[in-house]
């Protein structure tokens, strides 16, 4: 079993910056997959980030490609999702999640854990 928790979310102006942390619970979270999520009230969870459990390989929905980062220290059993260049449109509440399976994954279906989520603010 994994517990994972969020942290570092808030409110931010546009063109701001934010880091989320997902720590880990287990000492095998190194072999997990992980990724961030995005949801708003009433709207299905979106794709965010993705990462390989070694960290190596990364994925990114279009839409913030270029201004997110995922990274990952295996040591701390933690991901981060650095963000830069914040836009209204970013405003939602973040989740982090792990799975079991090998590789980077882009649906939620392929996760097994989630975090309890954190809300991000953009204001205009």
């Known amino acids: 079993q994994v517990q994972l928790v969020e942290s570092g979310g808030g409110l931010v102006q546009a063109g701001g910056s934010l880091r989320l942390s997902c720590t880990a619970s287990?000492?095998?979270?190194?072999?997990?997959?992980s990724g961030w999520f995005r949801q708003n009230a009433g709207k299905e969870r979106r794709f965010v980030a993705a990462i390989s459990s070694t960290g190596v390989t990364t994925y990114y929905a279009d839409s913030v490609k270029g201004r997110f980062t995922i990274s990952r220290e295996n040591a701390k059993n933690t991901v981060y999702l650095q963000m830069s260049s914040l836009k209204p449109e970013d405003t939602a509440v973040y989740y982090c999640?792990?799975?079991?399976?090998?590789?980077?994954?882009?649906?939620?279906?392929?996760?097994?854990?989630w975090g309890q989520g954190t809300q991000v603010t953009v204001s205009s």
């Open positions: 999640a792990a799975a079991r399976r090998r590789g980077v994954l882009t649906t939620p279906d392929d996760y097994d854990y």
């Open positions: 287990g000492r095998t979270f190194s072999s997990y997959s």
